[in-house]
Each structure stands twice: as structure tokens, then as C-alpha cells.
């Protein structure tokens, strides 16, 4: 399947399917523009794409799961995926503002001498103010990892979920000024120097907001 095919089938044949899930929030699309770095060793699988899909808690999603809609979502999944993560993410949005045209988007794992105890909260206590420091930024919102157990059973390979930690985006008004910021010291600083997590995968993206 071409690039253009698999986005063509998640946006237009199942997004409507995901949009009717029982109990869904909201459902964005985030379609790589641009692959800006990817780690020889990642821990995690190839990414093509990454949904996002919010619900009021993960007893509610544990009920949509259950859902005559989510089993035809299922069904549909072998036809463009050739392979799946779920994670379960809580967000901390530590710069507010409007969602704006581009967005860097990008995947971390833990540092192999970093102790995985308390994690988030050390992360947020040194980080919390980064993105001021970025010229251009829009927005910043950082989702860490607090649920590993929902492996989706759909006829295609589920990654391991393991090399996760944290889900990372950064909206900026244009591509420019987004590459500038990765560019700065400051940007490099927050993407690639964190004492406490290493990027596995960064990207430029087009957000696309289904529900």
C-alpha cells in the first residue's frame, strides 16, 4: 500500500467508522507531512500515523471497546494497518493557546538509567516552561503513558508498548517556524537533550480533527 493509499483509506473510510464510537470524546488524525528523525533502534514500531482518540475516562473506553461499532472498526483495520499500539495517554497542557496549522509531534522512550518511578512528575518540574523559550510556538501539550494493557486483537501485529513513555506536541503558525524552534538550542534542548527521555520518533504533522 502507497503512502497516499493509507491515508486515503484511514481518512475517508475509517475515520467515519472510529467517529462512532460510543462515548468518544474527540478523534483527531495526525498525518506524517515530514520525518524528521526516527531512531535506528527505536523500541517502538514503525509509525505511519497516530490517532488520537479522547474519552472521559478509561472505563469508558473499556465500554466503547465493547461496542458493536469498535468490532467494525476492528474489521477494518487489516485493510490499511500493517500494524498497531495502543496507548493510553493523560495529557498536561503546559503552554494554552489555539490549535494552529503545524504541529511537531514526537515519541519518546525512558533513558536506560532513568528509574521509571515518578517520572512524570520529574519531567514536568524541569520542563514545565519549555516551550516559552521557543519562538513561534502556539501551543504545547505533553501526554504521558499510564496504561499499556489494551493490545488490540484486529488480524495485524500489536507493537510493544514498553518503549513508550511519553507522546509530545508542539503547534506553531507556519513549517518555518517550527523548523527554526527544532533547530534552536532551546528546541534541541527540550526534543533531543532531555536528561530524561529520548526521542524515538519526530514528525511534522497534519492534524486533522474528525469528532
Known sequence: MTPS???????????????????????????????LHEAPDSPVQAIDGIAQLSFPSIAA????DAS??????????????????ILVIEADELMSGSVAPTKLMWVSTRRADVPS????????????DAAR?????????????????????????????SGAEAVSELWFD????ARAALASAAGHRLVFEDPLLAPVGVYMMQE????
Not at 486515503?8 to 474527540?26: C, D, I, Q, R, Y
Not at 473506553?61 to 466503547?64: F, G, I, L, P, Y
Not at 458493536?68 to 499500539?85: R, S, V
Open 133 to 161: 523559550d521557543l519562538p513561534g510556538a502556539c501551543r504545547f501539550v505533553q501526554n504521558f503513558v499510564v496504561d499499556r494493557a489494551h493490545p488490540v486483537s484486529a488480524g495485524v501485529p500489536s507493537g510493544d508498548p
Open 68 to 85: 458493536a461499532e469498535y468490532a467494525a472498526c476492528k474489521l477494518d483495520i487489516p485493510k490499511f494497518q500493517g500494524g498497531i499500539t
Open 174 to 177: 507556519d513549517e518555518a517556524s
Open 61 to 64: 473506553m473499556e465500554v466503547s
Open 5 to 35: 493509499q493509507f491515508a486515503s483509506h484511514w481518512l475517508g473510510v475509517h475515520g467515519p467508522l472510529a467517529a462512532k464510537l460510543p462515548g468518544l470524546g474527540t478523534y483527531r488524525q495526525n498525518h506524517i507531512r515530514e520525518r
Open 117 to 128: 518511578a515518578g517520572l512524570r512528575e520529574r519531567w514536568l518540574a524541569t520542563n514545565r
Open 208 to 211: 486533522v480533527k474528525i469528532v
